[in-house]
């Protein structure tokens, strides 16, 4: 009788969680598929007859959507690229090093997680000033070309892989690079997924370094250009904004399909729970 | 393993193409057109104006700045308060743009700040007979000087203003023409939701319509000298209970500002007969009135014991460092964007008012109030308006008395101890 209850109990725990996720994305396809007076009707409809796809070619025709959208990947795959090549040594290094002031070290790269980005806004915002970057694409990869949270969740798996191993290696005169990206990082590899995957949607939905650090259009990426589309129709077009979000969701959600089977294992691995 | 690491390889590889192709793109304030050095300016601008203001920079290249060798340049930044953070920002790292638009409330921060350039001079110096600084309304001025020096000239300006849909007014048998007075509107209200089941008024809490209806009763959230807070009175005490009692009766659709998006929803579907907005938004409610099939009428704020709008917008300002030449040729800018047939441009686009008294004898205008006299009676009410505070600390106080405001009338916090703690709060702010 308990275990029934027990298990009925965390059924509807799960639909509670489940529907506290899907209802924003539910609500987000649903808007984008209204007319503007079904989006304003009340009470609200929670289904559609007859759905408005057009709203996703005005969306895609009232801004410069392929030049956001090519900009978005480049400074997406250009931090991705950039995260793997400071991250995974600094982790490295600070799981299987001892070196004079280590804790202290590792201590201020996790706290750099507890600074909000506007407060460094000011500074990083004058040195690429004065390097002459920005409104170039190096102004929104150079401040996200690395990630704290990376190296602490990396460093992590990497202490888990068994020191016989490395030692293995190292007596089959294998260098650090090589056990790194040989054996570390394959060991790693649902870290390493799940680290990929955050960073992914972290970059590609960044809001407010692409706002800030830009000033023309040139290197505007697409959560900037989306915000424009509420200009259109008069200022009143939340159904044209969500159909917007929804293409700019789309990769996303591919990238997550993609990644599913490695992010769950390695939330299982490396006990963040 | 060996195909992933090739992959990434290439992706960087690509990457770093890009931004060499992009980096180099060089950016030069200056450039030799037909043997003659044209003079390249950058100009900021903010919210979604991008037609007119792109329309109107391309006037400007193609005319006077044609003639005198001058190239405009201008850039949407997002919202006010963005404009402002980059400004500061790029002003540091010497990269600020020659001009910018500034929220009226910020021209006081900036021009304190020594960030502008005084414009004293080059308006004293003004020959040309199309720029006249007594030819724009008086209540438009205030905010362009800072301890009596000019330092912007206004752009886009609204005020707030009272949006009728006189067809459901007129269903409930009420004379839009007399809804003048806080009574009568008060009235207008209570007949509408007697007569369709509707709300009088949609009404989200801000302080701009909370200033607006202190200032129609005689008072102001700042004194006069820009130093004291003065909330903690009867003033406000009867503007809340104003809008306390037509809530409580059903006649007002009252909300925090977190929820505006409900005064959209009830104008679309017509179940607000009223409703305060600023006067930018007055083309696109043209438009939702012809979509929605309702006929629309502005009015003045409704009178207390006096008339008064606040206003809003914003105005251009020089950034401060340039040479003379630069100076001048910004100058061009700043009398054309800001002339009579810019302003009444910019008005039609828009819905910002015409900054210029003489924009009422301009022909195109003439037509236009003719065919929306909505847009005259915003011009009207100038006549009434007054500027924005100037303290810097007003800025972040308006947060503040619209959070207590919202708490006193919607959710019924104590109204003593809540204006006094915002009193308390405001001087802290203003004396900063």
Redesign the interface.
């Known amino acids: 009788m308990a275990n029934i209850l027990r298990k009925s109990s965390r059924g509807v725990i799960n639909i509670i969680l489940f529907l506290i996720f899907f209802i924003p994305f539910y609500w987000m396809a649903l808007t984008s598929i209204k007319s503007i007076g079904q989006v304003m009707q009340f009470p609200p409809a929670f289904f559609v007859s007859k759905p408005r796809f057009e709203n996703f070619i005005t969306a895609f025709e009232s801004i410069e959507f392929l030049h956001y959208l090519k900009n978005s990947v480049v400074v997406t795959v250009c931090v991705m690229a950039a995260q793997l090549l400071t991250v995974v040594p600094a982790a490295y290094a600070f799981a299987r090093f001892d070196f004079k002031g280590k804790g202290a070290m590792f201590g201020m790269v996790l706290a750099t997680t507890m600074i909000p980005a506007q407060m460094i806004f000011l500074p990083v915002f004058v040195i690429l000033s004065k390097a002459h970057l920005i409104n170039t694409y190096w102004s929104l990869i150079l401040p996200q070309a690395t990630s704290a949270f990376g190296i602490f969740m990396l460093r992590q798996s990497f202490m888990q892989v068994p020191k016989e191993l490395i030692e293995a290696a190292r007596l089959d005169k294998a260098g650090e690079m090589k056990i790194m990206f040989k054996i570390m990082l394959p060991m790693s590899k649902s870290t390493v997924s799940t680290l990929a995957l955050l960073n992914f949607i972290g970059t590609w939905n960044d809001y407010f370094w692409a706002k800030v650090l830009t000033t023309t259009d040139a290197v505007k990426t697409l959560p900037v250009g989306i915000t424009s589309l509420s200009n259109v129709d008069g200022g009143i077009a939340q159904h044209i904004v969500m159909a917007g979000n929804v293409l700019m969701l789309l990769p996303i959600l591919i990238a997550f399909v993609l990644a599913q089977k490695q992010i769950l294992k390695a939330f299982s691995y490396t006990g963040v729970k | 393993?060996k195909h992933l690491?090739k992959r990434?390889l290439c992706?960087?590889l690509a990457?770093a193409m890009?931004?060499t192709a992009?980096?180099c793109?060089g950016?030069d304030s200056s450039s030799a057109q037909g043997g003659g050095e044209t003079i390249e300016l950058t100009f900021?601008y903010a919210n979604?104006v991008?037609d007119y203001v792109q329309g109107a920079v391309e006037r400007f290249n193609s005319t006077v700045g044609a003639e005198k060798g001058i190239h405009v340049t201008a850039?949407n930044?997002?919202a006010y308060t963005?404009v402002d953070?980059?400004l500061?920002?790029?002003y540091?790292?010497?990269?600020a743009?020659d001009m910018t638009v500034l929220e009226i409330a910020s021209v006081g921060l900036f021009g304190d700040g020594g960030m502008l350039q005084s414009l004293d001079e080059l308006a004293a110096g003004e020959s040309d007979e199309t720029f006249d600084l007594n030819d724009f309304h008086e209540g438009l001025l205030y905010n362009c000087y800072v301890n009596d020096t000019l330092y912007s000239v206004p752009f886009l300006r609204s005020t707030s203003l009272l949006y009728l849909n006189t067809t459901m007014l007129e269903e409930a048998g009420v004379d839009p023409a007399s809804i003048t007075t806080w009574d009568s509107f008060a009235e207008a209200c209570e007949k509408v939701h007697r007569e369709t089941g509707k709300y009088g008024v949609s009404y989200p809490i801000n302080y701009w319509y909370t200033e607006a209806f202190m200032l129609t009763n005689g008072g102001f959230p700042i004194s006069d000298d820009g130093k004291v807070c003065t909330v903690d009175n009867e003033v406000s005490r009867a503007v809340n209970s104003y809008w306390m009692d037509l809530m409580d009766k059903g006649r007002a659709h009252v909300y925090a500002y977190a929820e505006a998006d409900k005064m959209?929803?009830d104008i679309?579907?017509q179940?607000t007969a009223m409703w305060f907005s600023s006067t930018g938004?007055l083309?696109?409610y043209i438009?939702?009135a012809q979509e929605n099939g309702f006929e629309l009428q502005t009015a003045f704020i409704p009178r207390g014991t006096q008339q008064g709008t606040t206003t809003g917008g914003c105005n251009i300002a020089m950034v401060a460092g340039m040479d003379e030449e630069r100076q001048a040729a910004c100058w061009e800018f700043m009398k054309f964007m800001s002339s009579v047939d810019e302003t009444v441009e910019a008005c039609i686009s828009t819905g910002y008012v015409a900054t210029r008294k003489s924009a009422l004898e301009n022909e195109k205008m003439k037509q236009w109030n003719e065919q929306y006299p909505q847009y005259e009676v915003a011009l009207n009410q100038l006549s009434v308006a007054k500027g924005r505070p100037n303290n810097p600390g007003y800025t972040e106080f308006q947060v503040e008395i619209t959070n207590a405001i919202a708490e006193i009338t919607v959710n019924r916090a104590d109204e003593d101890a809540t204006l006094a703690a915002l009193e308390r709060k405001g001087n802290e702010l203003f004396n900063e």
Not at chain 2, 92 to 95: E, I, K, R, V, Y
């Open positions: 393993m690491a990434i992706a960087v990457c890009m931004f992009t980096a793109g950016d900021w979604s991008d850039e930044q997002g963005d953070q980059k500061q920002a790029s540091l790292a010497g990269t743009p959209t929803s679309i579907n179940d938004g083309t696109s438009e939702v």
